[in-house]
């Protein structure tokens, strides 16, 4: 994709974008995230769209939310919310980072009731959080916890841009299958060092508590007559220095759990496929260390399985074309304002 013009008022960014089959779009977006109007030369505006000619609009207005995001520092994009479905893929992938960078028995600390659920599950014992009593038998559909980062935005992006060169999240994930057992201090040493060569002034951080919050309740889904949501563990809310940054959707595709180093392991390959889903949900061709295959987003997997016009990306053993995408803009030539 290309932006060939951005207009900024006091309420209002207007863009005007160019995909890769050189469809026009021309968009207006409040700065509170909404679309008020959005312009093409080659999709009807009337309710003759078709259903792939949707998603194709709707891809267009990810990424201008992620294109202003990244060039303005406007927040435009809602994580996992119904109009965006996606989320930011540079804290995503930040978090991805983390979650292999720290030790694993931290890791299984601050998810306690997320790995207390799952191992249960697969062994077979009594489950922290039990179906609904008027639906004992139900089957559990998906498991969700929100994290949060303290990180600002402009660390955030420019340790993206590191991740990228280094294509990190791939090398990370490989080196949980050399040394699971690894001890964490000296990488977020050297994860705080370099934030200070970016020209960041930092705190002395040197645990991952430091970098991640934890905070949410963990939400189990159970599918019975109708669906259920329970919630189970202290709900608070987060630091005003936090954000949103990632939400865990693991379904039962992702057991068996049966250790801690499988957690971890299951963790980053979840978040490197959500990474990929923010891509793809924008029209753009993932970094390398995320064109991976696996379920990620529940809503992008649930687009993925009923639009027979998408790729079988949440299908683990799915090949995939990635050529139709259009490559990632280099957002690090671009000076924030």
């Known amino acids: 994709m290309n932006v060939t013009d951005v207009s900024v008022t006091d309420r209002t960014v207007e863009l005007r974008v160019t995909t890769l089959d050189n469809t026009r779009h021309q968009l207006t977006l409040t700065k509170e995230g ?5 312009w093409s030369d080659r999709y009807p505006s009337d309710n003759n769209i078709s259903p792939i000619e949707q998603e194709r609009m709707e891809r267009v207005e990810r990424f201008s939310k ?8 406007f927040p435009l994009l809602t994580p996992y919310s119904q109009a965006d479905q996606i989320a930011d893929p540079d804290r995503l ?3 991805g980072l983390l979650f292999g960078a720290i030790a694993k028995e931290t890791l299984v600390s601050q998810l306690r009731s997320c790995y207390d659920q799952l191992t249960a599950m697969r062994r077979g014992d009594e489950l922290p959080v039990t179906p609904p009593q008027a639906a004992p038998d139900a089957e559990w559909k998906l498991i969700e916890q929100d994290i949060h980062l303290t990180l600002d935005l402009g660390e955030i992006q420019r340790l993206v841009d ?7 999240l791939a090398e990370i994930r490989h080196a949980l299958d050399v040394d699971p057992d690894y001890e964490d201090a000296a990488l977020f040493d050297r994860l705080n060092r370099i934030l200070t060569t970016q020209d960041f002034h930092t705190d002395e951080r040197t645990s991952s508590e430091q970098f991640l919050q934890v905070i949410s309740p963990l939400r189990v889904h159970w599918q019975a007559d109708e669906p259920t949501r329970i919630e189970y563990g202290d709900g608070t809310q987060p630091d005003e220095d936090a954000t949103l940054a990632a939400r865990i959707q693991l379904t039962p595709s992702h ?9 971890q392991r299951t963790l980053v390959d979840h978040f490197r496929s959500q990474v990929r889903d923010c891509y793809v949900g924008m029209g753009l061709r993932p970094p390398t260390d995320a064109r991976v295959t696996g379920r990620g987003i529940a809503a992008c997997t649930d687009s993925y399985e009923h639009h027979d016009e998408l790729q079988n990306y949440h299908d683990e053993y799915a090949i995939i074309d990635w050529t139709g995408l259009s490559p990632c803009p280099d957002f690090s030539s671009h000076q924030l304002s």
């Open 34 to 38: 909404q679309v008020t109007d959005h």
């Open 66 to 73: 992620y294109y202003v995001l990244r060039t303005r520092q």
């Open 93 to 95: 992938a930040v978090t």
């Open 162 to 168: 590191v991740l990228r060169e280094l294509n990190g």
């Open 255 to 263: 057991t068996p759990v049966i250790s801690k180093a499988a957690f």
